[in-house]
Each structure stands twice: as structure tokens, then as C-alpha cells.
T-cell receptor
Framework: DGGITQSPKYLFRKEGQNVTLSCEQNLNHDAMYWYRQDPGQGLRLIYYSQIVNDFQKGDIAEGYSVSREKKESFPLTVTSAQKNPTAFYLC?????????????FGPGTRLTVT | AQSVTQPDIHITVSEGASLELRCNYSYGATPYLFWYVQSPGQGLQLLLKYFSGDTLVQGIKGFEAEFKRSQSSFNLRKPSVHWSDAAEYFCAYANDYKLSFGAGTTVTVRA
């Protein structure tokens, strides 16, 4: 079955530690995205990548970093510089990164930082 | 600035009753609009989309939405709600690759 996998489903970290969230897709999609979801705020775009070895900042990139070394993978690192890292993180992909195409979402990772 | 507004934060509906979720957008050109559904602790699933053409769009799970340019709205409807429709629903507007989401409407279904 084609789809997007995110791991782990739940992640707990101490304040001051960097943490990396995994996102893998086998849909052969060019574009991948990371969103952050907080209660009552909908989804906000952190980073996106239209093709391999290229990525762009979204609306709330501060305190986050990404890489796109392979088409299938788009890991997100939440750094210690992120002021409020506790949130639900969703990865998505679409066929192309330019033009309007529907985005397919993974199941999400809930990160709790204490 | 482009924005998507979902005026209702929470709606409670009886099983078997009809459901309508409101979505309003503000921006200039031809809209590309989506409705997604999210079950608790899960990712988002696409219900339907509007790109152009017929203003009444059919989706999965018995949902439909109507695009009304004069009202800048894209409301989601379902004639008869099932308990499994309890979830959070998001309207989204696309500008090229970027999706802008509304804050969501939580639907509770009572027996």
C-alpha cells in the first residue's frame, strides 16, 4: 500500500534537546511538507520541499530544520531554539511542488517536551 | 492577506440529522478549495476538492460541498450523519503549492 509513514507516533523529550521526526513516503511524490498543529489553530506550514536537495521555509520555520536527501524522506528536526515545541506534527506530500495538487497526510507525531 | 474562516468551532448534531459546516475565504483569483477530515490523533483525509466547473462537488463518505463565489463560501454538507462522522473538519484554500487552513470545526454526534 502506498502512503506516508511518520515515526514515532509519540515522542517525549527534555527541554534543551534536539529531536528528529521521521517522514517517509512511497507515493513517488516530488513535494513534501511539514505542518504543526495546535488546538484551535488549524495547521501551519513549517517547511516544504519541491524536489530533492531543495527546501523552503514556511510560515513558522524558526527553531526547525529539515533535509531532503532522498525523494522518499523528509525528516524534521525540532531544535532547542524552538520556544514551544510541544505540538502535533504532520507530514504531507503531493505529486508536484508547483501548481495545485491535493496533499496526502501521514498519521502524525505528537511531540511532548518537558 | 488570504485567509480561511470556519465560523463554528464546535457543532453537535444528532445521528441521522443533517450537517452543514461553514467555510469562508478571502482572496482574489480563482479559488482552489478543499475539505479535510481528521479523526482524533490521526492525520488528515481529503473529503473533496473544488478546482473549477460544477459548483456542487461530491466527495467521499457521502459529503458534498457547494462553492458560492458571491458569498465567498465553500460549505460542507451531509444529509444524514453517522456516529463515525464525529471528527474535526478543516477547510483549506490553495495558492499554488501552499495550503492555508481554517482553524477547524469539531463535530460531535449524539445518539
Amino acid at each position: 500500500d502506498g502512503g506516508i509513514t511518520q515515526s514515532p507516533k509519540y515522542l517525549f523529550r527534555k527541554e534543551g534537546q534536539n529531536v528528529t521526526l521521521s517522514c517517509e513516503q512511497n507515493l513517488n511524490h516530488d513535494a513534501m511538507y511539514w505542518y504543526r498543529q495546535d488546538p484551535g489553530q488549524g495547521l501551519r506550514l513549517i517547511y516544504y520541499s519541491q524536489i530533492v536537495n531543495d527546501f523552503q521555509k514556511g510560515d513558522i520555520a524558526e527553531g526547525y530544520s529539515v533535509s531532503r536527501e532522498k525523494k522518499e524522506s523528509f525528516p524534521l528536526t525540532v531544535t532547542s531554539a524552538q520556544k514551544n515545541p510541544t505540538a502535533f506534527y504532520l507530514c504531507a506530500s503531493s505529486i508536484k511542488g508547483t501548481g495545485v495538487y491535493e496533499q496526502y497526510f501521514g498519521p502524525g507525531t505528537r511531540l511532548t517536551v518537558t | 492577506a488570504q485567509s480561511v474562516t470556519q465560523p463554528d468551532i464546535h457543532i453537535t448534531v444528532s445521528e441521522g440529522a443533517s450537517l452543514e459546516l461553514r467555510c469562508n475565504y478571502s482572496y482574489g483569483a480563482t479559488p482552489y478549495l478543499f475539505w479535510y477530515v481528521q479523526s482524533p490523533g490521526q492525520g488528515l483525509q481529503l473529503l473533496l476538492k473544488y478546482f473549477s466547473g460544477d459548483t456542487l462537488v461530491q466527495g467521499i463518505k457521502g459529503f458534498e460541498a457547494e462553492f458560492k463565489r458571491s458569498q465567498s463560501s465553500f460549505n460542507l454538507r451531509k444529509p444524514s450523519v453517522h456516529w463515525s462522522d464525529a471528527a474535526e473538519y478543516f477547510c483549506a484554500y490553495a495558492n499554488d503549492y501552499k495550503l492555508s487552513f481554517g482553524a477547524g470545526t469539531t463535530v460531535t454526534v449524539r445518539a
